[in-house]
């Protein structure tokens, strides 16, 4: 059976997969650092790649094992090579590249923001395996799209004609939808990754016990700003003239209010502007990724929402959403429309700013 191995080292999981020409996951593994960088409230880029560079041939190879194919069996080789940071996605086109030169196989560049879309139509396609002789204008279950990326590094909507085919729609232009998470978890002194804690957090409060700036919801752009919000969070603890925020001894039910409170407000912006993306594309279906999709609450929301409007929702099941390879299959699409690379492609850690 025709299998490729995927890699993913954009951020700070170590991640592979062998995927199957039929998305058949045969083999994933990911290597979370989450515990390399607790006690520094978020993602410390040299310690990500150290940490990259000392698991991810055990990481390869526990796939490998996992799926029971050897290196000679591969049909390609795919590795996320943008956006991310410099130093992790260097360590996992290095192994991608070593590997093609090692066994001759072919070198696939994965964007890693398409990835995290394409989990939507493994998922959906698992739910509803494609028939296998299908039109070509019935080829996807998923796609064209508006497609949603909710993660800790990005919060971009973008109109995806086809797998491979992505125009930016909008953006955040201050803080990802995850950052704000994580940054509003630490000045609630909570660990990092801060969107598991706030979201259980939240489960004991009041969402509208503070009413929360909610940018640009009532505009017709399609963009985010966090920032505002974060710093209003901030001042609800202790305003600007007060103590450092994260002195102030907080009540278990202040702090559930205060996550409650910042996480309908985050739902809110993501839910209203997905809508008003749809919307504005006439596009029928709504595909979203990213860790943050994970959200109980956002996932809630958005699907009474899209229920409504009579939108088709596809949210990537929550182990999909978080940093893995297996969405690294979408390479199979890149494969099929003759989009190998070449062994000497560099990485792209570039954010892709859409916001204007
Ligand atoms: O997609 P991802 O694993 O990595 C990036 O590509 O950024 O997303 C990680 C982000 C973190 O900011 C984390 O706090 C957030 O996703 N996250 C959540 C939840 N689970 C993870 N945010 C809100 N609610 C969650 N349940
Ligand atoms: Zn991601």
């Known amino acids: 059976m025709p299998a490729l191995l995927t890699i993913e080292t954009t951020c700070d999981e170590t991640a592979a997969a062998v995927v199957s020409d039929s998305l058949e996951v045969r083999g994933a593994v990911v290597a979370s650092q989450d515990e390399l960088h607790r006690r520094f409230s978020g993602v410390v880029p040299e310690i990500a790649a150290r940490a990259h560079l000392e698991r991810i041939l055990p990481v390869i190879d526990t796939a490998l094992t996992e799926a029971g194919v050897t290196l000679a069996e591969l049909d390609a080789i795919a590795v996320a090579t943008t956006p ?30 398409h990835a995290h879309i394409y989990a939507c139509e493994m998922a959906a396609r698992q739910a509803a395996p494609m028939e296998p002789a299908a039109a070509e204008t019935d080829r996807y279950r998923v796609f064209p799209c508006v497609g949603f990326i909710v993660s800790g590094g990005h919060t971009n909507l973008y109109r995806c004609d086809s797998p491979i085919d992505f125009t930016p729609l909008g953006g955040t232009i201050d803080d990802a939808a995850g950052e704000a998470f994580d940054k509003v978890a630490t000045l609630l002194g909570m660990p990092y990754p801060g969107g598991p804690a706030i979201s259980a957090a939240a489960e004991k409060g009041d969402p509208r016990a503070h009413r929360f700036p909610r940018s640009f919801l009532k505009e017709d752009r399609l963009d985010f700003s966090f920032a505002g919000l974060k710093t209003a969070v901030r001042y609800a603890i202790s305003p600007p003239t007060g103590p450092d925020p994260r002195t102030v001894e907080l009540s278990e039910k202040q702090v559930a209010d205060l996550a409650a409170s910042f996480q309908q407000a985050v739902v809110d912006c993501l839910v209203g502007k997905a809508i008003q993306a749809t919307r504005a594309t006439n596009l029928p279906k709504l595909c979203v990724g990213g860790g ?25 099941p929550p182990e999909l959403c978080t940093d893995n390879a297996v969405m690294g299959a979408i390479a199979w699409e890149l494969l099929a429309s003759g989009r190998a690379a070449e062994l000497d492609i560099d990485i792209q850690p570039g954010l892709v700013r859409v916001g204007r």
């Open 84 to 113: 991310g940071l410099a130093g992790s996605l260097l360590v996992g086109l290095a192994a991608a590249k070593a590997l093609c030169v090692a066994t001759g196989k072919p070198l696939v560049a994965v964007n890693h923001l």
């Open 292 to 316: 943050v999709a994970a959200n109980r609450r956002f996932r809630k929301q958005l699907t009474a929402a899209c229920g409504k409007a009579r939108i088709e929702l596809h949210i990537a």
